[in-house]
């Protein structure tokens, strides 16, 4: 499938229409612009992809919404620079990962589902991204021997903060957290020191959930 000038289209429609309702960093809106996001979702469904809305990606998992991807990618945004290393948890189909991508930062992901791993790794390959690093494990425990990461965000919403990913965010980083069980707070955490950190909240949203452990299908 190829990204034509239709898909060209909607795409910029989707842009204006999330620029009306809030004021995104151009850094945002010009990787979501690049990104093919018809490309990350499911054969049948690319004709929804311009839509603000999450579809399915396959085992009960969804690929979240063109808002909420931009709102997190926002957020991360005003702390975290380019070429900063930046840790995302909850893989899925990659998109998110692709758009982190294309802002320029150095992208690590972890997914807990063999089968999401794979997809993922597959749509970043045949897009030639090549950059971003995928790996398959819990994403509570992180990647410790990647750390420290400039930013932290995680896709999926997370029952409390799990404290394994404050200590691998760097002083001056900033972690981007829904937080929450049936619904989420978006979470902003910023390190100011080695044991101070503050907290600030960005609005309400619903996420599939933070599970523990690794799913092998
Ligand atoms: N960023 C993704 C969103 C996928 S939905 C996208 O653009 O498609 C959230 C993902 O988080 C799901 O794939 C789910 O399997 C994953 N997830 C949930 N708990 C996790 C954990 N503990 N570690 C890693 N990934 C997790």
């Given at each position: 499938m190829l990204d034509s000038l239709l898909h060209k289209g909607r795409r910029k429609q989707l842009l204006a229409s999330l620029l009306s309702k809030f004021d995104f960093n151009t850094l945002v809106i010009d990787a979501m612009d690049k990104v093919p996001r018809h490309m990350f979702?499911?054969?049948?469904?690319d004709h929804l992809a311009y839509l603000d809305r999450p579809l399915p990606i396959g085992v009960k998992q969804t690929i979240s919404q063109p808002y909420t991807v931009a709102m997190q990618s926002h957020l991360l945004s005003l702390k975290v620079n380019k070429f900063d290393k930046v840790l995302e948890i909850g893989t899925g189909c990659a998109y998110q990962t692709a758009v982190l991508s294309e802002m320029g930062y150095r992208v690590f992901s972890v997914e807990r589902q063999k089968a999401l791993y794979m997809l993922g790794q597959k749509n970043l390959v045949r897009l030639e991204y090549h950059s971003p690093l995928l790996f398959y494990g819990?994403?509570?425990?992180?990647?410790p021997k990647f750390a420290p990461f400039k930013g932290i965000l995680i896709t999926c919403g997370a029952p409390e903060i799990p404290q394994e990913l404050l200590k691998q965010l760097s002083i001056g980083g900033r972690m981007v957290i829904p937080l929450g069980q049936e619904t989420q707070k978006m979470v902003v955490i910023d390190?100011?020191?080695?044991?101070e950190f503050e907290q600030t909240e960005h609005g309400q949203y619903k996420f599939v959930p933070m599970l523990e452990g690794v799913e092998d299908k």
């Open positions: 979702v499911e054969c049948g469904l819990d994403g509570f425990a992180g990647l390190r100011i020191s080695k044991t």
